[in-house]
C-alpha cells in the first residue's frame, strides 16, 4: 500500500531564504507526482507535475525533482516571500490510478 | 480562481438532516472526483467519475450518495451523518480519469455535523 510522508511537517523561514520541502513515498511504480498548495480554508492549487520519466520540472520560483527509484521529490522555493505562506501537499498516482497525498507541509514565511 | 465551483462553501447539520454539496467545473472536462479531508489526515479519494460513469467507490458509506448529471456537474447527497463525517469535502476534475492529467480543485465545502 503506497505511503506518502512529508517533512517537516511545519516550517518558519525569514523572507528572502530559499527553503526545500520533502516528500517520500513508498512504492516507487508511480505514473506521476504532483505538488499543490492549499491556503487555509481553501482548495488545492496544483503547482507542478512530474510524469515519472521526468527528473525535475520547473515554474517560475519553484523547482520540483523526482527520484524515483528511491521514492523522493522536494520541492525547492527560491526567494521565500510571505506569500508563499500555505500548507503544501505532494500526492502521486500509482497503479491503482488514484492520487494518495501526504498530510502537508504547514509554511510561515515572516516578514 | 480555478474553474471548479462548490456550494454551499460552509455546511452546518445535524445527524437527521439531508443536505447536498454541488460541484461545477467549468474547463471542459470528463472526470469528476469528490475527496474528505479531515484534520490531521491525508486527503482521502471517496468517489471517481468518468463521462458521468461511477468508476470509484472508495469503500465510502451509504450515507453518502454521489451523483453525476452530466460531465459538469457532480453532487453529493448527505443524509444521517455521524459527527466525525465533519471535514472540508472538496471536488476536483481533469481531462479524464487516466494517469497523467492534472486535477484541478475546487474550494471546498466545510461541513460540520452536529
Known amino acids: 500500500k503506497q505511503e506518502v510522508t512529508q517533512i517537516p511537517a511545519a516550517l518558519s523561514v525569514p523572507e528572502g531564504e530559499n527553503l526545500v520541502l520533502n516528500c517520500s513515498f513508498t512504492d516507487s511504480a508511480i505514473y506521476n507526482l504532483q505538488w499543490f498548495r492549499q491556503d487555509p480554508g481553501k482548495g488545492l492549487t496544483s503547482l507542478l507535475l512530474?510524469?515519472?520519466?521526468?527528473r525535475e520540472q520547473t515554474s517560475g520560483r519553484l523547482n520540483a525533482s523526482l527520484d524515483k527509484s528511491s521514492g523522493r521529490s522536494t520541492l525547492y522555493i527560491a526567494a521565500s516571500q510571505p506569500g508563499d505562506s500555505a500548507t503544501y501537499l505532494c500526492?502521486?498516482?500509482?497503479?491503482?490510478?488514484?492520487?494518495?497525498f501526504g498530510t502537508g507541509t504547514l509554511l510561515a514565511v515572516q516578514p | 480562481e480555478t474553474g471548479v465551483t462548490q456550494t454551499p462553501r460552509h455546511l452546518v447539520m445535524g445527524m437527521t438532516n439531508k443536505k447536498s454539496l454541488k460541484c461545477e467545473q467549468h474547463?471542459?472536462?470528463?472526470?469528476m472526483y469528490w475527496y474528505k479531508q479531515s484534520a490531521k489526515k491525508p486527503l482521502e479519494l471517496m468517489f471517481v467519475y468518468n463521462f458521468k460513469e461511477q468508476t470509484e467507490n472508495n469503500s465510502v458509506p451509504s450515507r453518502f450518495s454521489p451523483e453525476c448529471p452530466n460531465s459538469s456537474h457532480l453532487f453529493l447527497h448527505l443524509h444521517t451523518l455521524q459527527p466525525e463525517d465533519s471535514a472540508l469535502y472538496l471536488c476536483?476534475?481533469?481531462?479524464?480519469?487516466?494517469?497523467?492529467?492534472?486535477?484541478?480543485f475546487g474550494p471546498g465545502t466545510r461541513l460540520t455535523v452536529t
Open positions: 500526492a502521486v498516482r500509482g497503479a491503482t490510478n488514484k492520487l494518495i
Open positions: 512530474i510524469q515519472s520519466s521526468q
Open positions: 474547463l471542459g472536462h470528463n472526470a
Open positions: 476536483a476534475s481533469s481531462h479524464s480519469s487516466g494517469t497523467g492529467y492534472e486535477q484541478y
